[in-house]
């Protein structure tokens, strides 16, 4: 059953549905760190993994929004804090990650949700705007991931999630350094599963679509732009953010035990249509 030490879903004649379920995607006694989730989708990936069972602790830098997204967790009944830092230099992340780690303990699941969108046509994009993305999108998740998935590796468990974008896949909409710091970043996934995966630690990216949260405020408002969006898609409409949810959940939990250095697309088919 899930709990601290290692953890497979393991079917047993007999099992009742809910025994079934639970012993595949409960995360009681796991704990989480998810950045970027006092909002959009972060937040959504927060508030399913701490319904599912984990202590989870939000880290972002607006705290007002980190405020209310954990009285919102805590006021449902789950276990939440928030810690409040910037994810944009080396020193920053260092931080956050032991505030972070000294919340509800060392995390078993990691979500690199935080991002930057700065997106000017490639002729105009200097060197600030490169290094901030670069900064946040990539070297924070690397960062993390250097401090908490040796640690996960030991204990014989762990989960890394990183959410990127279709800019890691094709070029559109001016990706610039965003859509080269989201390539990169699944990347990374493929070399932290490359290196954790048979010590019980698998690493994963979810891939949006076009999603209609606050980091893609610019092209929500163009009427025009989102409906051709949605008009891409197989599902006919665009994205929300609690359409990343469940699979949040799988890939956190011991359901996805056999399941690592994928980029799964979460975008109701745009990629394929």
């Known amino acids: 059953m899930p709990g601290r030490g290692p953890g497979?879903?393991?079917?047993?004649?007999?099992?009742?549905?809910?025994?079934?379920?639970?012993?595949?995607?409960?995360l009681d006694g796991r704990v989480a760190v998810?950045?970027?989730?006092?909002?959009?989708?972060?937040?959504?990936?927060?508030?399913?993994?701490?319904?599912?069972?984990?202590?989870?602790?939000?880290?972002?830098?607006?705290?007002?929004?980190?405020?209310r997204a954990v009285a919102e967790l805590t006021a449902d009944g789950c276990r939440a804090a928030w810690v409040g830092g910037d994810l944009s230099t080396r020193e920053g992340v260092r931080a956050v990650a032991e505030e972070a780690a000294a919340v509800f303990g060392e995390p078993d699941i990691l979500v690199n949700c935080a991002g930057v969108n700065l997106r000017p046509p490639l002729g105009e994009l200097g060197e600030d705007v490169w290094d901030?993305?670069?900064?946040?999108?990539?070297?924070?998740?690397?960062?993390l991931g250097q401090r908490f998935g040796p640690r996960?590796?030991?204990?014989?468990?762990?989960?890394?999630?990183?959410?990127?974008?279709?800019?890691?896949?094709?070029?559109?909409?001016?990706?610039?350094?965003?859509?080269?710091?989201?390539?990169?970043?699944e990347s990374l996934a493929r070399s932290q599963a490359e290196a954790w995966s048979r010590h019980g630690v698998t690493c994963n990216t979810l891939v949006p679509g076009f999603v209609m949260t606050p980091l893609n405020a610019r092209l929500s408002a163009d009427p025009e732009r989102v409906a051709a969006l949605a008009a891409r898609t197989m599902t006919g409409r665009n994205g929300l953010a609690e359409d990343f949810e469940g699979a949040a959940v799988f890939l956190a939990g011991p359901a996805s035990a056999y399941v690592t250095g994928q980029s799964i697309f979460v975008d109701g088919g745009f990629s394929v249509h």
């Open 8 to 26: 497979r879903a393991v079917y047993a004649p007999g099992m009742t549905s809910n025994a079934y379920l639970t012993d595949l995607f409960s």
């Open 34 to 67: 998810v950045t970027g989730g006092s909002s959009g989708i972060g937040r959504a990936i927060a508030g399913a993994l701490a319904r599912a069972g984990a202590s989870v602790v939000v880290v972002a830098r607006d705290e007002g929004r980190l405020g």
């Open 132 to 143: 901030t993305t670069m900064a946040v999108n990539l070297e924070a998740p690397f960062l």
């Open 152 to 185: 996960m590796a030991e204990r014989g468990y762990g989960r890394i999630i990183h959410v990127t974008s279709q800019q890691a896949h094709r070029a559109f909409v001016d990706s610039g350094a965003y859509g080269v710091s989201k390539g990169a970043l």
